[in-house]
């Protein structure tokens, strides 16, 4: 079982307040470790802080104040780390755009943020120069590379002694902010506060089996909570953070046998991949301590089979943004595919001690008893502060005394595990990422030859589940899928976009008019346990 634990005044830990005192504190420890692992470069700690200096310097110098939004776009890189903590140094708020937008939703993103300040990796230059024109309160665009206009990051920040400028921050500042899709179409920025993620770091450490003396991976994108905020739990425990910039599966079995890796965070899909490589199984993986694994839901398969592989304690996570990441675990003693109690590696495992959960009847908000299945609700220092600038679907989603209504469907069991069923919100989840049906909906409804679309989830071997389009044509029309594909391609990041289209002559509705998509998903899981995948 896991052995929950406060941390000692003298741990280094016990001065960890905000992101900026992570790298304060271990720069100061161990100044000549390595903090990050990134292909052939490394980077320490003192390097790291040196550096998050000059950024810190050069957002102030830029008339960034505490409080106020920058953003970050790019993949998974060393400079992402170096922005976050410059600006939580400077108490700025980092905002880390999706990679995978399209252009108008990265603009959407940039601007309902605020950000003055565009950090921008080269692969997406021409994107931003494609919605320059439209970024309504960026100022300065640093380019991580050469551009003809913007200035060099290394020019930028080189302009700017690194003496870090200590700008208070308190446990209530917000620490970062990240996008998660809105059911209207429109992303929602999560405000995390240094309270919700501290809450996380300060307990998770020992569960996780992660130390000072850890090699923990990094490869989810750095957008997700899954990314910066796995990402992050190593580096609050002083660990060696080995970087990744593209979830490659063979890359990652190298990582871990001739890296020596400990840790990782990886989505389910990525551990069938990992499984799928030749002679994986056969390789040696003895430095893992622990997997932990979560963001979409698992199948059995994929479970077995890369416990066989790793060969080592899995544990299984559940969480969201705006919970700033996980809230339960199924330990590693609760994976045993044999014993009697082998259901329980279809539940989300049980709530962390400070984390309360009750699942509720949708209409009337009415606690349910155990087995029942409603809503899930959970309520703890981990739930976010509230959407930035949206304070209707805040309102929607925390209620007035501090539950958050996750919009995920399923029942708590007589000792009190959890077990995810359904989504009330009908959300997709493919690969890991999030898909809004009303987002791509708003985007196929554009085509002049579509009446109405709906759009559900499938189950996909591969990914879990992936976007399928049920379209009533107009009269007269006609269109095949692959063109309804590729017109949603040049509106939506290609995971959202439809990888399939059923055409249909009425869309079935209850007596108020809304579109039961229970019933067109209906076929597709007929037969599975769960409506999820």
């Known amino acids: 079982m896991p052995i929950w634990f406060c941390l000692m005044s003298d741990s280094p830990t016990s001065d960890i307040a905000s992101v900026a005192d992570i790298v304060r504190v271990w720069s100061s420890r161990k100044p000549d470790a390595t903090a990050i692992t990134f292909g052939e470069r490394t980077v320490r700690w003192s390097?790291?802080?040196?550096?998050?200096?000059?950024?810190?310097?050069?957002?102030?110098?830029?008339?960034?104040?505490?409080?106020?939004?920058?953003?970050?776009?790019?993949?998974?890189?060393?400079?992402?780390?170096?922005?976050?903590?410059?600006?939580?140094?400077?108490?700025v708020v980092d905002v880390s755009v999706n990679w995978r937008l399209a252009p108008p939703e990265i603009a959407y993103t940039v601007n309902d943020s605020g950000a003055t300040v565009l950090v921008v990796g080269a692969d997406f230059f021409e994107a931003i120069e494609a919605i320059e024109d439209t970024l309504t309160s960026v100022t300065t665009i640093v380019a991580l590379g050469i551009h003809a206009r913007w200035p060099h990051y290394e020019d930028w920040i080189a302009a700017h002694d690194a003496v870090d400028p200590l700008v208070p921050a308190s446990l209530d500042d917000v620490a970062f902010q990240l996008y998660t899709s809105g059911t209207t179409g429109l992303p929602k920025g999560v405000m995390t506060a240094n309270r919700n993620l501290f809450q996380l770091l300060s307990n998770i450490l020992g569960p996780w089996s992660i130390d000072e003396t850890s090699k923990n991976?990094?490869?989810?994108?750095?957008?997700?909570?899954?990314?910066?905020?796995?990402?992050?739990?190593?580096?609050?425990?002083?660990?060696?953070?080995?970087?990744?910039?593209?979830?490659?599966?063979?890359?990652?079995?190298?990582?871990i046998e001739h890296g020596h890796a400990t840790n990782a965070f990886f989505v389910p899909v990525l551990l069938a991949f990992m499984a799928m490589v030749p002679g994986a199984a056969e390789r040696n993986y003895s430095s893992l301590r622990s997997v932990v694994y979560g963001a979409s839901p698992i199948t059995n398969e994929t479970l077995l089979a890369s416990m066989a592989t790793l060969k080592c304690p899995h544990i299984q996570v559940y969480g969201m943004t705006e919970t700033t990441g996980a809230i339960t675990e199924l330990g590693s003693d609760d994976h045993d595919p044999q014993g009697p109690r082998a259901y329980l590696l279809r539940s989300a495992g049980k709530p962390y001690p400070w984390v309360e959960m009750k699942i509720v009847e949708v209409e009337s908000g009415n606690s349910l008893p155990a087995t029942e299945v409603g809503e899930l609700w959970t309520r703890s220092p981990q739930n976010m502060v509230g959407y930035w600038n949206k304070q209707g679907e805040t309102a929607a989603a925390l209620t007035h005394d501090g539950w958050l209504k996750t919009g995920d469907a399923g029942y708590l069991d007589a000792d009190g595990f959890l077990f995810l069923t359904d989504r009330v919100k009908d959300m997709i989840?493919?690969?890991?990422?999030?898909?809004?049906?009303?987002?791509?909906?708003?985007?196929?409804?554009?085509?002049?030859?579509?009446?109405?679309?709906?759009?559900?989830?499938?189950?996909?071997?591969?990914?879990?589940?992936?976007?399928?389009?049920?379209?009533?044509?107009?009269?007269?029309a006609e269109v095949a899928p692959a063109e309804l594909i590729s017109f949603s391609k040049g509106l939506l990041a290609g995971y959202k976009c439809p990888t399939s289209v059923d055409f249909t002559d009425v869309l079935p509705r209850n007596p108020s008019g809304?579109?039961?998509?229970?019933?067109?998903?209906?076929?597709?899981?007929?037969?599975?346990?769960?409506n999820i995948n």
């Open 47 to 91: 390097e790291l802080d040196e550096r998050s200096s000059r950024v810190a310097q050069a957002l102030v110098s830029a008339g960034v104040g505490p409080q106020q939004r920058i953003a970050f776009l790019d993949k998974n890189s060393v400079e992402f780390f170096e922005v976050l903590m410059g600006a939580a140094k400077a108490n």
């Open 514 to 530: 809304k579109v039961l998509k229970k019933d067109l998903r209906q076929p597709y899981w007929a037969g599975r346990e769960r």
């Open 429 to 476: 989840v493919s690969g890991g990422e999030n898909v809004y049906p009303a987002e791509v909906e708003n985007a196929l409804a554009s085509h002049p030859a579509i009446a109405e679309v709906a759009v559900i989830g499938v189950p996909s071997e591969r990914w879990g589940e992936t976007v399928k389009a049920v379209v009533v044509l107009r009269a007269g």
């Open 217 to 255: 991976i990094a490869t989810m994108p750095l957008f997700h909570i899954g990314g910066s905020g796995w990402a992050l739990v190593g580096m609050y425990a002083g660990a060696e953070t080995l970087l990744v910039r593209d979830p490659l599966p063979t890359v990652l079995l190298d990582l």
